[in-house]
Every structure is written in structure tokens, then in C-alpha cells.
């Protein structure tokens, strides 16, 4: 049976019937065709579907919608301004992070909270903020990078 | 000159600012109206006839629109090379568990799941082989008794043996005899999966003309096209293949991947039907690497010289035919000029998945087990494992293996580079070691083709065919940029799909910056030519006195006299040769061999036998940077799959079944274990290659499990010769446990009649 | 993947009301563990059950008399941050830190890590080793169940029909305490525990005599257990290499670890004996005034660091 529910994505609020077993995840991207967040494994261990619910970052394949009632999610699509890129977005781009990009909402994601929580990592603290997002590609190394480059680039700004 | 402004630049990827707002497309982002999906009923039963499959209720299901199984389409079989051993759905019998028997199409995924539970399948049990060496044996089950009837059967095959390589040189048993020390070690190593983020999806939709679109992660979309047309029996001009963004690969998806499911769904229903594989489907629906068992002997003089080899190699190839077998035969003597061997490599059928591709298949496996022997040669004749290797390595003029002579290449600049960044050599404190490996691969070569025009306002299309795996649309855009002598920014790289760019081979096998990007080369240099004539004929001057720069074509002696790209496309619609396009295409490419040299640090924890990598550093001969950033990016992510490969991965598999079809128990490197990773970038440019560039991909994935195997040697003093190097392993070691030995019973192994097959040595792997 | 029902509970009378009306129903907290069980088929439950938004489940509050007070609902991640529980239970902090990721940490609760009763649930160590009670609610009333009675089993908990878990309580620990989990497994984040060993220890007096000492040993047993013969040899006495030793083997001879996908049998005792002596070494340290940064802790929990030569 489907279940109303009232939500905010990236500032835009949402009236929706779902099911109790969808999850946030396929909300998402099922319904609402926001597909940057990925699905990488729907069991949490690869953190592709990494969102940001009342700021704090979730794996959403885990999460029923339901339970997403009355919160504000924030995916990678609500990130930009207009043009303009995140800097956590940009610094990507520019050092490298981004391979075959399928990790990356996820990681975005992840980087955006853990900055949140502490404006001024060490490299160690990047990688253990990290530690929930897998990536194949990069070997994590152009991202640690960028993610401390992101950081000093919010501190000046 | 031009070509400096954009050569050796970090330009970022040019797809990256879509893929950091999730913008990108992948397969699985594709919605279309009245959209179906798909799930396929697998094998519970490693290999088993099959009496009965009875899909009635399952088509009943409100909520299902179709149910296929092989009976409903054409009987025809497949194969990932040449042998056609394979069906999209099994038929009289089942050989792993796994294996396709039916697929469905419902309104959403709980009621295909639901139709899947209801189809009913009855199974005879046949005895099943799961241990490849057993599967050896001439009383062993057979996993394809009908293998001689197959087409692409070669002569010699037989039993459960789907090919046998053979290569050699020199004269092997005499130099034995002659050799003052002999040596003889087995190695084995792990089942491993490629672990790409995106689990394989495609979506696929039948025009009303008749013409079917199918949108898919693929790293061959020709390959694509050709098999489903071959399997289906249908033109290949029916067939659209869009290749989505891909979300890696690693050579899972160089070929028919599970397009024909979603596609024979779409005929049968008439409407878009898609198919998305769980992340256990990635193990489960995808062929992966299975165990190798290596044997290596060698014969070496007092000095170092090694002067002979033998090498015999097993591949685990599962059920059908994959992919490994080959590297067995090319890499078993190593990136060492040994003048006289014999190497013999088999790939074993078992009921298993098969063994899918996975950046250069089978080569990390020996490249384990050729580096670890390779080291203790070294320390039983009291060398230095550097000299050691430095005295035996190829150099310029050497035969290469597959005949032929090896070209100039960075090989010693790579073991200087090394030496030189881990102070090598160093006595280091307890529980502390350094290890090194040697490595090399080959450029990959095969058919490409390219083309380029010219817009009317100066900007430039550049078509490839080639999937964009490792950032090559960004390096190709830079070298139609040079080529052309105009600015990165002007040039667009175009969406493509199967009608509309011309045929290039899959992307895989460290091909497409060295062959694609040489037709890039070409056909920059073919639309030059145009242009210049063009602005020849205008200007009245033989094309001779022109030069192309800039974003102009212009006379040497009067710069200013001449035109801009933008003014000659304009100047060409009412030419007498018509609109500018430049294209090229080449089908081979020469031997430009790839080295690359890394070196590990490690500490041991005695206690627990946990394993951190302190320092890991490498130096790899890439020929020409042309985009630095991004081959650090593919080195610096192939090291981390090598150290995957070396501690924690494994696919573990009992009868046939996999235990750990899951990342919650298949364990990929996760960032708060990974080292800095050290780089050297050495650049000895090849004859042909575009602006001398060399592949680059695969190469930094072999070396790491060798590396830390003998960093591990060098900490603590133990020798592990089984992937991967657990903590586990190295506790049983120190405590002196005999650990498991590996035999082979090379009699039986040596007397089997070789086929004679012969040995690619260029294309995908 | 059966087509289950979904309840929301705004307080506890209403849960328990709704568990007493439907049965096979499943409680859903932070939610990491329904979905994905459910898909895989292991779990079909009829309803679930949404507790998440009943109030008053997630305060974490400490007084030195009455000890440590964890709604059920409290994050995994607020046990990492929370500066009451870095100071007064480290423990359960470096088990924190050592949970799966930051992600999941936002939304697990430790009600959840305790109810579902995994013998490699990283909370439970150290919270067995604090001496953690239960207090369960339920429609005879309110019960306090200590945490080594509450556990039952893998998966099996003392939980009767329509009771729920409301509130984890911790004694207060004596002065000079000090405590170490630490975690085995492959890698520093995401994985299930093969080994975890929490050990608290106080100091008896400035002597440097051990005083009270619990070791806790996770992952190998059907639940978490005591080491209790380790504990029994180190109590009252000074720690020196010898007697450490002899409590590392106590403690693996307590153990009774299974083979599985995550190691052998046989490899986790000598894990087990290993940890116990280092997590005991680094305690006792810590009783005696050494203080450790929350990064070196992390590191410690998680095997990234260990330094031959100290601390066992």
C-alpha cells in the first residue's frame, strides 16, 4: 500500500505516494529521475548513493523513502549554483578525481559533508571521511587531493 | 610549434564537469516511456541436464509481459574467441551455477522477481569439475562433451582442455644441463573480480521501422552489434548500439555483455525493456579471473645470466571460453632476454562462471609469479634483486618474443627511477622490507578509424568510435588539437553510436590512445593536407610554401598572408573538392613494448600479520605524456588494483558456488589504506605512435602482488607463493606451518600433445 | 522480496501497541539492515515498523553518580563525536570509529547494533566490557536486562513479544580507567569485524596494580563474551610481559571463533591473544595518565598503527 509523503530535494518540495519498500534510493531515481546519485551495489558497502539528509551524509540504498518524510535532501544535482560548480565539484575537475565518474556523486557527496564537519582536515582525515566511498579507478589519490584543495579553496573564500 | 601549446597539458577531462553535477548518462539512467524491466532466472546447479523448464505461471503473473528461454530463439552459439562454446540461454544442460535458463519482462522489478520465483526448473545432477588440475585428468567429467563439433575447435583440444599455447626458443634441455643452478617454483593465484562501480545495464527499444536501439555499458559497441547480430541472426544493420558513459569495465564489457536478454524482450514486447545487474549479478552473470597455477623453472649461471626457462601455466577457465590463457605464453619468461625456453599455457574448462577479461588477463597472475621467482633467484645466488634484474632485462635490439626486435623503450630509465626514489639498496629496520617488480605489456594495436571536420567557424568535430574508458576522448581531443595546430577549446568530441562513427575496435588491451589515437594522428594530418590545399589553390602558392598553426593555414615566408580555419570550411562548400573532412584508418600498429618498474615498502606486524604498505613507488615508460595528469590517474589507480590483488581480494568458490558474491565480503582497497602513490613519469617516445605516445593502462596492475610478496620476504623472512598475501598466510609462515605446497604433476602436464595453437600477440585482452 | 506493509510509531505506547497488533513485524531504526536483508531475500517480513521519530530516544546524557544514559536511537556517528563518550568511554568511541563508514554511521543506532545481535556487532565489546544494561519497555512495563543476558544468540535477543529497547545504560567507571578497542579485519573501514577485543582497566591505587579489569572479545563466540579466566589472572596483580602473556592465552583459550569467508578458526585465537594483550597494554596506559589523540586512538583501533616494542 502506498504511503503520502511530503519531502524537499534540493530546496524543491516533493507531495509523493510510494511504497514501503521503496527506497530512497529508488525514489530518486526511479521515480523522480534524478539519476546522478548512483547505484553501485544497494547494500551500502560502496557508497555511490551517497546523499545528504538534514546535512549529514546516508547511504540512500539503505533508507526507506518513507523514512525520508518531512526532510531535505540534497543530492549532486543540488550542489551547483546555476553554472557555477561547488568548489568540491570543481576542484575534481580540475585535479583529476573524476575517472569514469561513476563514483563520484557519491564521493562528492561524502567530501561535501565531511567538510561540513571539519573545514580543515589533515590528508588522514580525508581519507578516513572518506572511507565509506569505493572507487576503482583512481586509486583515491587525485581525490584526496582535490578534496584538500576544495577545503582551502572554501577556507579563503 | 603548435603542437606544444596543448602536448603534455593537464587539460582536465572533458567530461568531468558533466559527471561531477551527475549529468552524465549511463546505461542505467536511460527512462523511456511504458518501459519494461528485465531479470534473468539463473542456474542453481553447477551442471545438471535440464529435464523441464516451465515458465506458465510465471507468464500468468499480472504484471508480466514476457517470458523467454532458449527454446524461443535461434540456436546459435557464441564465444569470447574462437571457440563458439557458449549460448545465451542454456539448453540441454546447465555448466555453472549462474547460468541463464529464462528471462522476464515485467511492469517493475518486484513482479519480475516474483515471475522468477515462479518459473519452475527440473535438474538431473551430472558429476560437476571444479579443480581445473583434476579436470585434467582422462577420467575427469566432461564439461563439453561436444567440444570437437564446435566451431573454432582446433586440432589437439580435447577433454577438458579449451586451448593449449605453446612458444619456445633455443635449445631448453641442453641449457639445463649446462646451467649451474636450477631453480623450480609454483605459484598460484586468486579468483578476482574486476569490482567496476557500475554493474552492467542496458536498455533496448524497437524503432516502429524495424530498427533496434539498444543503450548499453560497453566498452565494444562494433563487438556489440556483431554478436547480437550473429546470435539473434538478424542484419547488423538493424541494430543502433549507443555506448552510454561507462562506469569501468576492465575488460568485463569489451564484448556481448547481457544485451541480447533486454533486446529479445524488446522484440517479443514491442516496448523499451531494461536490464540492470545486482551488484551480486557482477558476480554471478559476468565472467571474472579464475585461480591460475604457475610453474616456473629456470636455469641461471653463477654470474646471474639466466639462460633457460620453463614455464607451465593452468588457467581456471570456468565453463566457456574467456580470456587469460595467452599470457601464459607471453609473459612467462618476463621482460628478461632468456635465450633459450619452453612455455606451455592451458586453459582447463570447469564448472564454473567463465574467466572474463580483466586489464590484461592472466598477466598480473604471472607476472606474480615470474617477479617472486625472479627474487628468490636473486637471494639464493647472493644478488641484489636490482642487479639482478638490470643484468637479465631486454634491451634495445633483443629479440622480442614474438619475434622481431624490441624497439627503444625506458626500461632502465624505469629500474634508475625506482633505485634512485626508494634509496635502494637499503637495510631496513625489523619487521620492515622493500620488494620490487619488473613488468612489461605491449601497445594494443587493431582496426581504428577516425574522421574530423571543420565547421564553418573554425571549431572542429572530431568522430571516434572508441568508448571512453580511461580519458582518451580528452588525450584524442588534444591530438586532433596539435595535429591541427588549433586550441584544445575548439575542438568538440561528437556523441556517437554504431551508425554514425566509423568501426574502431573495443576499448581495451591499452589500445586506444596508441592505435586510435594514431588514426586521430592521421586523420588531423589528412584534413591538414585539405586544407592546405584548399588555401594552396586560393592563395595561388604551392602547398609546399604553407604551413597549418594556429588556427590558420598561412605562407611561411608572409605569415600574414593566409586564412583561417574558419574561412577556408566556408571557402571549401563552393569548392571544387567540396566540405573539409579528413578520416584515416589502420588496422595494425607496431610492437611499442610498455615497462614500468614499482617498488614497495611494507611493514609486518609479526603478531597479527597485518600488512601496511608504507611507500609505494613506480616508474613506468609512458613514451609521451601527452596529458601527464591523466596517466598518473590511470597508473596511480592500476597500482591500487595490483594492491587489491595482493592483500585483500579474492573470490572465493566451493563446488562451483560463490561464497562471496557481495563488497561486504569481496574486499576492494578502501582510502584509509592506500599509500601515497610515487610516480615517475619516463618518456622514451615510440617510432609510430601519435607524437610518440605509448599504452598505458594496464601495465601498473601487475606488478604490486609480486612487489609486496617479496617486500614481505624482505621484512620477515617469509616466502609466499599464494595470492593474495593474508594475514592469515604470513601468521602460518612465521610459525613455521607448512603451508599448503602446490603440486602439479608436471609428467602428465609435459606429455599432453600441444595443439599447436597459434598465439595472438597483438589485440584485446 | 515480498511486498511488505509500513508502520510508523509517534511514541513508545504506540510501538508497543502496534508490535502487540501485527505480527512478523521487523523494527526499523536506521534502517541499514531491512532493505538490504529483505533483497537478499533473508528477510520477509509482514510490516515494518518506524521508530525513528518517536522523541525522547535520543539523548546521550552523563552524570559521574549515575554513569552513561544512550537513547536506543543515538547514531553511531554522535557515539564517534560525542565529547562525553570520548572522554568517559573511549571505548565505545574507537568502536565507532572503526564501524562500516561515515554514512552508515549517520544512520545505525546503537539500539539497532545491540538488538540485532550479530557475535561481530562492533559496539558490543566495549559495551559489554562497561558493563552495559538494557532497558526494555514493553506492555508488562519497563525491565533492565544486562547486556551479557541480553544477548542470546546470533541474531537472538532477550526481547519478549512487543518490547522494544529504549535506553542502554553504563555504570560509572572507577578513577584512573582506561579503555582500547580494537578491531581485525582486512581493511580500515566497511568490514565486519573477524576478531574485536575491548578491554577496560582500572587502577587499583597509583601503584601501578591492576584493579578492575573486563575483556571483552567479539566475533568469536555465538555472542560477544567475557574473557573471563584473562580477567581473573590480571586482577590485583602488576601487568608485566609474563603475565600478560599468560592472560593473551587465557583469553584465546575463551574463545570459540568458527571458520567462515573471514578467517579461520584457528587464525582468530591467535588474533584473540594478541589483541587481548595489546588492548589490556594500551588500557593499563591509559589508567596511568598516558593520554592518546582521538587520531591516534582511531589508528590503534583499527590496526593502522602498532609499533613493535610498545605497548605489548
Known sequence: MKHGMHLTINGEPYELLVEPYCSLLDLLRDELHLTGTKRGCDEGDCGACTVLIQGKTATSCMMLALDAKDKEVVTVEGLARGDKLHPVQDAFVQYGGVQCGYCTPGLIMSAVGLLRENPAPTEEDVRYGIGGNLCRCTGYAKVIQAILKAAEAMRTA | MPEERVLGRNYPRVDAADKVSGRSQYAGDVYLPGMLICKVLKSARSHARILRIDTSQAERLPGVRAVITGRDIPDVRFGSGAVRDRRVFALEKVRYVGEPLAAVAAVDEITAQEALDLIQIEYADLPAITDPIDALKPDAPLVHEDLPRYEGYAAGMGGNVCTVLDSGRGEVDRAFAQAEHVFEDTFRSQGINQGYLEPMACVASTDPSGRINVWTSTQGPYQVRGALAAVLQLPMSRFRIIPMELGGGFGAKLRLCLEPYPVLLALKTGKPVKFVATREEVFTLSGFRLPTTIYLKTGVMQDGTIIAREAISIFDMGAYLGAGVQSGVSHTIGPYNIPNYRVRSYAVYTNKIWAGSYRASGVADVTFAVESHTDIIARKLGMDPWEFRMRNALKEGDTAIQGGRVPRNGLQQTLE???????????????????????????????????????????????????????????????????????????????????????????????????????????????????????????????EALACGGGRVYAKEAPERGFSLGQLARMSLTSKAGPIQGTASLSAMPYAPVFNTQAAEVTVDRETGAVK????????????????????????????????????????????????????????????????????????????????????????GFGPPAAIANAIADAVGVRLKELPLSPEKILCALRGEPLEEITLDLELLRALRGAGGSIQWAGSG | MNRFEYLEAGTLPEAIALLGQHEETRIVAGATDVLVRWRQGLWKPQYVLNIKRIPGLEHVSYTPDTGLSLGSLVSIRTLELHPLIREHYPALTQAATAFAGVQIRNLATVGGNVCNASPAGDTLPALLAYGAECRLVGPAGERLVPLEFFLLGPGRTALQPAELLAELRLPPQPPDTGALYIKHSARSAMDISAVGVAAVVSLAGKDGVCGE????????????????????????????????????????ENSSPIDDIRGTAQHRRAIVASLAKRTVSYAMQMAQGTSFPFRTQRALAVEASFEEGKGA
Open chain 2, 613 to 700: 604498505i608504507v611507500r609505494f613507488v613506480q616508474a613506468q615508460d609512458v613514451g609521451v605524456a601527452i596529458n601527464p595528469m591523466a596517466v598518473e590517474g590511470q597508473i596511480e589507480g592500476g597500482a591500487v588494483q595490483g594492491i587489491g590483488r595482493a592483500l585483500s581480494e579474492e573470490v572465493v568458490i566451493r563446488d562451483g558456488r560463490i561464497l562471496n558474491p557481495s563488497l561486504t565480503t569481496y574486499l576492494m582497497p578502501l582510502a584509509p589504506d592506500m599509500p601515497a602513490i610515487e610516480n615517475v613519469l619516463v618518456e622514451v617516445p615510440t617510432e609510430e605512435g601519435p607524437f610518440g605516445a605509448r599504452a598505458v593502462a594496464e601495465p601498473p
Open chain 2, 417 to 543: 627511477a625506482v633505485k634512485e626514489r626508494m634509496q635502494w639498496p637499503r637495510t631496513s629496520e625489523p619487521g620492515h622490507g622493500v620488494g620490487l617488480a619488473l613488468c612489461q605489456w605491449r601497445s594494443g594495436s587493431g582496426p581504428s578509424s577516425a574522421s574530423l571536420t571543420i565547421n564553418e567557424d573554425g571549431t572542429v568535430i572530431l568522430l571516434t568510435g572508441s568508448v571512453d574508458i580511461t580519458g582518451t576522448d580528452t588525450v584524442l581531443a588534444q591530438i586532433a588539437a596539435a595535429a591541427l595546430g588549433v586550441d584544445m577549446h575548439q575542438v568538440v568530441i561528437a556523441k556517437r553510436d554504431t551508425d554514425v562513427a566509423p568501426f574502431t575496435g573495443p576499448s581495451g588491451g591499452s589500445r586506444i590512445t596508441y592505435s586510435q589515437g594514431k588514426a586521430v594522428e592521421l586523420a588531423a594530418e589528412d584534413t591538414k593536407r585539405k586544407l592546405i590545399a584548399l588555401a594552396a589553390e586560393r592563395l595561388e602558392a604551392p602547398a
Open chain 3, 213 to 252: 579489569v573486563k575483556i571483552a572479545l567479539g566475533a568469536v563466540a555465538p555472542t560477544v563474551i567475557r574473557a573471563r579466566s584473562a580477567e581473573a589472572l590480571l586482577r590485583g596483580q602488576r601487568l608485566d610481559a609474563e603475565r600478560l602473556q599468560q592472560a593473551a592465552q587465557a583469553a584465546m
